[in-house]
């Protein structure tokens, strides 16, 4: 009889597993469902703060803006290919895009909210005197280790973590190695041997003296640069006084994406107590929110942001004269100056610079007949760049020129034909392809001045003929 309840075998009859191979299936299209409609539900909810591999819900974080009487324009944040994007939700018209009150962004001379202002790490960083762009790193430290004491929580919980930065100071050698020419390398090795330094000589006696006031967890050199690297990829630059420069951290407006066509300013407006953000374009519903970072060069912008750009339109590469400001002009730093000729040219594909031949000439200018021409002085050299050389000085200035753009183009391991096989690669590390797409843009840009100065070189040759 026990038997045949247990339908004729000696246990009861079992249901399908919960976790049955078709149950799972089920179990995983109702979550992508779910997934893709918090996604793209209603700009009520921001999502996704930190790099490409952060993602998190920071709703809490809206909530405590809105609550701080932050002004800001109505936004969701969505996971795009680029990583975080800020979407807008309605119309925005140009003009004041965000506004944000003295106790809502992180400043060392701004920050006014009590609870910061009153804790003792707060007190002794401010007072011990640390360089400007060292001191928010620590006050950043400090708050990351009240936890949830802190008044930035809600903040610091969404900034990138330090294994998920991009910038190049965080790289390996083997990845660092993808940079090029060795200057650039040496550049941000530089950068990240000074952050080193600093740490070892100013701020760990700092720490062995305050040892008692500080959890050490919260200080290493590893926390310290990556509270460096925040500065860097999202502070923004203030004057609390006309003589004080300072940076400041801004909650949820560092979310949005850089563009070179937007004009932007920032400023603190000391009667509202607030840092102000405006802009000069409008943004329709489902537009991407972006505002300008500054200079738009590739090398500068992963340098301090973590990104590049293909195809950037405003990209730049800054050859040094130092190796070929040699001979009877070398010394001559009056006329130098004088002929803004600084320690580097500024190029950009498409754009001819008059300095590149004109320093170049005055470098050259000894090794070719004068022509009658006197030795230019500051003096006698024309601001407008009209100078006369006489035509052989200046084809000797273009053939200088030229050695510059040479010795540059020949520091690189391959071609912009190869590296742009490269990056079509889709297996490429993150890092490997900021660094292939940065050294492509400086290669096309060395090869664009060396056919026009080869063009200028034959038509200066063709009128010294004709003159002689």
Known sequence: ALQKKMGGHGHPPTAPPLFSRRNKFIIFIIAQLLFLYYLFSSGDSISIIGSDSTVKSVDVLRKWTEKGHVYGP????????????MIATEDIPAGVLWEVPFDHFLCPELTNHPSTQASKGWKLIRGEG????????????WEKSRGKSSHF???IDTLTPRESLSL????????????EPESIRKDYISEREIVREYYASQVKPFLRAHQSEFKAEFFTLEEFEWSCSMLWSHSFIVYPSAKVKSYAMVPYA?????????WTTWDIDHKKRAWVLQTDRDFKAGDEVVISYGGGANNQMMKWFGFAMENNKDDEFYPEWSELRTGPMADRDDLWAAMDCGDYITLQKGKANDLLVNCATIIAYESAKSDG???PTPENYNANLSF????????????KALELIDQYRSQYTTTVEEDEVLLKQTTLHPHIRLAIITRHGHKKI???HQVHLEQLLQAESNRCNKTN
């Open 153 to 155: 929580k809600a903040y």
């Open 130 to 141: 640390f360089e400007a762009h060292y001191t928010l790193p620590l006050l950043l430290n």
């Open 168 to 179: 190049p100071v965080f790289w390996t050698d083997e990845q660092l190695q993808y940079l």
């Open 446 to 448: 060395l090869n664009w």
């Open 254 to 262: 560092d979310l949005m994406n850089h563009d070179g066509e937007v």
């Open 388 to 399: 006369d050389v006489g035509c052989q000085n200046k084809v000797a200035g273009i053939k």
């Open 373 to 375: 021409h006197p030795l």
């Open 74 to 85: 109505p936004v969701k944040v969505i996971k795009t290919f680029k990583g975080n994007t």
